[in-house]
Each structure stands twice: as structure tokens, then as C-alpha cells.
């Protein structure tokens, strides 16, 4: 007795590996990151991750819209840029509560 070979369903979970990458997801990524890495520059490094953070909502829509790929890289540069935007502010307001008692003392 022989049974019939067995042949794999497809899902509707399986991504589509020909879809495009989102060039604004991977953008988003990327200068989010940068952003995180310059958060120390004040508010330079959060303006950049800030900027990060809204291309990678964009390219967020556009993976929805177009079922395109890079929505992982888009949730990740929304987290990464919204982080160096909160840190550049932690650090900024260190930096002028430390300074401001020293300036104040000088006048």
C-alpha cells in the first residue's frame, strides 16, 4: 500500500520574498540610528532622530499600503528615533541645569 506524497500548503502569513524593500523604511532606519549615535550633540542628534523617526512612520503607511517589505525596519526606526529624541532632551536638560547655576553665579 502506497500513500500519496504529501505536498506543502502555502499560508497567507508567508511574506512575498520578490516584494520591494520600502526605500523610506530603510532610510528611516538608518537616519534614525544616526540620530540615536549623535544624541549627545544635543539638538542636532534629536533633530536627526526625530527626522528618523518620521520617515520610518511614512515608510510604515507605505509597507501597509503597497505590501512591500521593511515594515521591522520601520518599527524600529520609529523606536530608535522617538529614543534619541527623548534622550537628547534627558541630555540637554542636564547640560543646562548644570550650566545655568554657573552662569547665574557669574553675573
Do not use: C, D
Request: charged share 5%; glycine share 12%.
Amino acid at each position: 500500500m502506497t500513500s500519496a506524497p504529501v505536498t506543502p500548503t502555502s499560508t497567507s502569513t508567508t511574506t512575498n520574498a520578490s516584494a520591494k524593500l520600502n526605500g523610506l523604511a530603510l532610510a528611516g532606519f538608518i537616519v534614525a540610528l544616526v540620530g540615536l549615535v549623535l544624541f549627545f550633540t544635543t539638538w542636532i542628534g534629536g533633530l536627526i532622530a526625530l527626522v528618523g523617526a518620521i520617515l520610518s512612520i511614512v515608510g510604515k503607511v507605505q509597507v501597509r499600503r503597497r505590501g512591500e517589505r521593511g515594515n521591522g525596519l520601520a518599527i524600529a526606526g520609529t523606536i530608535i528615533g522617538i529614543s534619541g529624541v527623548v534622550l537628547a532632551i534627558i541630555y540637554t536638560s542636564v547640560i543646562v541645569a548644570a550650566v545655568l547655576p554657573q552662569l547665574q553665579q557669574a553675573h
